[in-house]
Nanobody
Framework: QVQLVESGGGSVQPGGSLRLSCAAS????????MAWFRQAPGKEREGVAA?????????????HHADSVKGRFTISQNNAKNTLYLQMNNLKPEDSAMYYC???????????????????WGQGTQVTVSS
């Protein structure tokens, strides 16, 4: 199983930017794809963005972004593929939530937005957007 640790959350004014990081350790080569989710109080956990990480895949590096964050958020990974990032620009108050990093060892890339697809989760990092 993969161990995941998020960092980079904080408080920012509307229109500001943050960059979240997720350090992965353990058997990282077992991950087929990784994602960022978020959960606000009283709401369901929702998929924000995902990236195909499976080594050797023809489509390695392909991404999905939720419609609500397209053009503002960008998911990426470093060359060693042991750190996942989420660059968040033009933040809005509705982006406030706990953000989680997740890894899937298998499953359909088509269902990247479903939490049940993922078998490893980080503890989360809080993002608060307010004036």
């Amino acid at each position: 199983q993969v161990q995941l640790v998020e960092s980079g959350g904080g408080s920012v004014q509307p229109g500001g930017s943050l960059r979240l990081s997720c350090a992965a350790s353990g058997y990282t080569r077992s991950s087929a794809f990784m994602a960022w989710f978020r959960q606000a109080p009283g709401k369901e956990r929702e998929g924000v963005a995902a990236i195909l990480t499976g080594s050797g895949s023809l489509y390695e590096g392909s991404t999905h972004h939720a419609d609500s964050v397209k053009g503002r958020f960008t998911i990426s990974q470093n060359n060693a593929k042991n750190t996942l990032y989420l660059q968040m620009n033009n933040l809005k108050p509705e982006d406030s939530a706990m953000y989680y990093c997740a890894a899937a060892s298998h499953g359909s890339w088509y269902f990247w937005y479903r939490p049940q697809v993922y078998d490893s989760w980080g503890q989360g990092t809080q993002v608060t957007v307010s004036s």
